[in-house]
Nanobody, 119 residues
């Protein structure tokens, strides 16, 4: 079972940038998710969790929610068992707790990392 630890969140002004990291412990992304899509999700208070970006572990194809396309970039480092989310031109509506997980078959959720964008 893979343990996922998200980091990199914080408080930033609108228009700023943050880089989130998702590191795996236990089983690696390579072994657990070799044929899967890893994704970044976010959940704001009162809202459902939504998928904002995904990347196929082998092959590296990506997809993005319309709300973040052109501003966010998902990437990965297979050797480091880490997924990243570069967030630029942040808006207040991006404020949420951000999580990573296997898109198709999510395991236990980590604690997430809080992103707060002030106007």
């Amino acid at each position: 079972q893979v343990q996922l630890v998200e980091s990199g969140g914080g408080l930033v002004q609108a228009g700023g940038s943050l880089r989130l990291s998702c590191a795996a412990s236990g089983r690696t992304f390579n072994s657990a998710f070799s044929s899967d899509v890893m994704g970044w999700f976010r959940q704001a208070p009162g809202n459902q969790r939504e998928l904002v970006a995904g990347i196929r572990w082998n092959g590296g194809s990506t997809n993005y929610a319309d709300s973040v396309k052109g501003r966010f970039t998902i990437s990965k480092d297979n050797a480091k068992n880490t997924v990243y989310l570069q967030m630029n031109s942040l808006k207040p509506e991006d404020s949420a707790v951000y999580y990573c997980n296997n898109v198709g078959r999510p395991g236990p959720w980590g604690q997430g990392t809080q992103v707060t964008v002030s106007s």
